[in-house]
């Protein structure tokens, strides 16, 4: 592992030059393309893209226009991790014969939860497996945002999708969400993290660490999308904000498998007086709205226990204890 | 935007995209703009790294925020986390 010295302030990375430039036509205020402008702003040298099918791909890149000022290379939905493996063997090979002019060159694969938590873990797992030296980057706006958001396994419970509408029976998705960076920490790589926007310099932090580290590492980052959740564009932040402070959305990360707590999530962990409760999390978004019926009253409760049960969890494997709430 | 089209020869193989994204002005999606107060601005450039449209350019030589409104497409996020309120939204037209 080569550690060369970083530290990121605001004006270095605002000073160095954009690799996923303006132009793109995301929404406004969309999460995934601050993700995916910070994610550029942290490579260290020359790297390689490559892009499962997902709202990012098909909004950098519609033909002929090109937001990407790296080599890019588009693929099918379930194989982004597959792609990247190739990319970092050939690499490999070319470094042998000695045709590779740089010394390093990075490998990072974006993909959505779509071609994340259903379509792709098992090019993921695979390559996870085969110990290739890449960063995932998973995005999670947690449904199908560009074909017109349907379910995934990223959706949490109770969202309304269209493919889990909130009806007069049903509430929202009955289902929970994966915990895919848990799955992904059970593969035994070297590094997986979780990330939100809300915090850039820890986000960037993360992607270097992720980057600099020999063998597979993840990285899962929490990306509000303003059309499929349904909030005013202007709330991307504060929304991905209030999930980190929720619990909804704990940020951690682990190396060789050891779990630790990001300072803002620590902070919770030690003074969990700090934490709130998750309906000012799901006030704001009109996906929840059928959650405030009197009828629908319980799954609010029982999207609290899950948080609270998961987050206790975390605690737990990062050795850290709950002080008594309430 | 021209409208002349290539020829099947002159195409690159594969798809592949030629063009940067840079070309296509997306600012003119916005129904609000951002205006930027710089006597109240700590230039933190918070603004500037939240921004999806990387549309708030910071000027090294004078120290300034630029705001490039081809670009911009008025989500509001940097007025809305702005912790200076250096910004505020204005219907496009009005400001």
């Not at chain 1, 519609?62 to 690499?91: C, D, M, Q, R």
């Not at chain 2, 995209?17 to 700590?42: Q, R, S, V």
């Amino acid at each position: 592992m080569t550690t060369t010295p970083w530290k990121f302030t605001a004006k270095e990375i605002v000073e160095k030059p954009e690799l996923f430039t303006s132009g793109h036509r995301a929404c406004a205020g969309c999460g995934p393309a601050i993700a995916l402008r910070q994610i550029m702003k942290a490579t260290r040298g020359p790297t390689i893209v490559t892009s499962a099918t997902g709202c990012m791909e098909v909004v950098s890149t519609i033909y002929p226009y090109t937001a990407w000022k790296v080599p890019f290379i588009h693929t099918a939905f379930e194989n982004v991790a597959a792609n990247a493996s190739g990319i970092e063997a050939a690499l490999k090979v070319m470094k042998r014969k000695g045709r590779l002019e740089h010394e390093n060159v990075d490998v990072i694969a974006f993909a959505g939860d779509g071609g994340t938590f259903d379509i792709g873990i098992q090019a993921l797992s695979g390559a996870a497996e085969r110990g290739h030296d890449f960063l995932y980057i998973l995005y999670d706006n947690e449904a199908y945002m560009n074909t017109g958001i349907q379910r995934s396994g990223g959706t949490p419970h109770g969202a309304s999708t269209t493919t889990s509408p909130a009806g007069r029976v049903i509430p929202g998705k009955p289902q929970y969400k994966k915990p895919i960076a848990d799955i992904m920490v059970a593969h035994d790589i070297p590094y997986v993290a979780t990330a939100s926007i809300s915090s850039w310099q820890d986000l960037l932090v993360k992607t270097r660490k992720g980057l600099e580290i020999e063998g597979p590492a993840f990285m899962h980052v929490f990306t509000p999308c303003p059309r499929g959740w349904r909030y005013d564009p202007s709330k991307t932040i504060e929304i991905a904000r209030l999930g980190v402070e929720t619990c909804i959305f704990p940020l951690w990360e682990t190396i060789d498998g050891e779990y630790s707590l990001s300072p803002q999530s620590k902070i919770l962990a030690l003074k969990p007086e700090r934490k709130k409760k998750v309906t000012e999390y799901l006030k704001m978004q009109r996906r929840f709205r059928h959650l405030f019926k009197p009828e629908f009253k319980h799954v609010i409760d029982e999207i609290q226990q899950m948080v609270d049960k998961r987050w206790n969890r975390l605690l737990k494997r990062c050795n850290m204890t709950q002080a008594s709430q309430s | 935007m021209s409208r002349e089209l290539k020829g099947w020869k002159d195409i690159p193989i594969a798809g592949v995209c030629w063009k940067p994204a840079t070309e296509y002005l997306t600012g003119d999606w916005k129904t609000f703009k951002p205006i930027h107060d710089p006597e109240k601005c700590t230039k933190c450039l918070l603004c500037s790294l939240i921004c999806p449209d990387s549309a708030i350019k910071w000027n090294q030589a004078n120290e300034e925020l630029m705001f490039d409104y081809d670009f911009c497409k008025g989500c509001g996020i940097c007025a809305n986390e702005c912790p200076a309120d250096a910004i505020k939204m204005v219907r496009e037209g009005e400001g």
